[in-house]
């Protein structure tokens, strides 16, 4: 039968990157997406406002939401300083074990932890379950439609303190209107755009970052 894109993706890391080095990974699916087959990674238009955002609050305890192949993770994971710890969640099994696949390729599993199932089961479970007394970073890039709902899950599970950011993937394309409306106008955030462009193309998208007054 025919392959998955996500497995063709793996085979383009395991064929162009170095094991272990994970800017060679980045790069590999980059060159495959652009130039073979498009997919939806946050990509190297987007990708170093990711890195900047990361960098600058260099957290200790960071969630994804929305593993896929694993390509913001391990954009995310490399920025990481020792001793912090990732937490990526993915509902889809076979996106899962291709994910783990190319986390360990490029030598960050020991950064990362890959949680399978979905978000609305997993984030109640962070404190007692995971150790998480809350997060300093969350990247979300998952079904759009669930930004909303798992921000306000993560408001009410204790998850967010003051000063956690909260980055946002897509808000212009596909785009992820109800929950833009939210963080730009809740008293609880201080918002803003980073205009870009969606992944390998052309086509407006951005950034928005948020972050949590309490
Ligand atoms: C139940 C909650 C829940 N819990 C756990 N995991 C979950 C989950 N909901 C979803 N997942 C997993 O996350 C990933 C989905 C990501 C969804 N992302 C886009 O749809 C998207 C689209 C475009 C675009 C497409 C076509 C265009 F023409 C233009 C733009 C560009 C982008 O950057 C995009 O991120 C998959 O791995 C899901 O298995
Ligand atoms: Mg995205």
């Avoid at 996500?6 to 890391?13: G, H, M, N, S």
């Avoid at 939401?65 to 710890?85: D, M, N, V």
């Avoid at 890959?114 to 300093?136: A, T, V």
């Avoid at 979300?140 to 009410?156: A, G, I, R, S, V």
Wanted: glycine share 6%.
């Amino acid at each position: 039968t025919r392959s998955t894109r996500p497995q063709r993706i793996l085979k383009a890391v395991q064929n162009n990157a170095t094991r272990g080095d994970a800017e060679s990974v980045i790069a590999a699916i980059d060159n495959f997406c652009r130039k073979k087959e498009w997919a939806m990674n946050v990509g190297d238009d987007k990708g170093p406002i990711l890195d900047s955002v990361v960098s600058e609050v260099s957290p200790s305890f960071a969630l994804e939401l929305g593993t896929y192949c694993g390509y913001s993770t391990i954009r995310i994971a490399r920025l990481l300083p020792p001793g912090s710890r990732l937490l990526t969640l993915e509902f889809n099994p076979d996106y899962a074990a291709i994910a783990h696949q190319i986390i360990a390729w490029a030598g960050l599993q020991d950064k990362v932890e890959l949680l399978e199932g979905p978000s609305r089961d997993l984030i109640p479970q962070m404190k007692e379950r995971f150790g998480i007394k809350s997060f300093d970073f969350v990247f979300l890039d998952h079904w759009k439609e669930f930004y909303l709902p798992d921000t306000k899950l993560l408001e009410e599970c204790g998850l967010l303190r003051k000063g956690t950011v909260l980055l946002a993937d897509n808000v212009i394309c596909p785009g992820t209107p109800k929950y833009l409306e939210y963080v730009r106008n809740s008293p609880c955030y201080e918002s803003c755009y980073f205009k870009s462009h969606l992944e390998y193309t052309k086509v407006e998208d951005g950034l928005e970052k948020s972050v949590f007054l309490g």
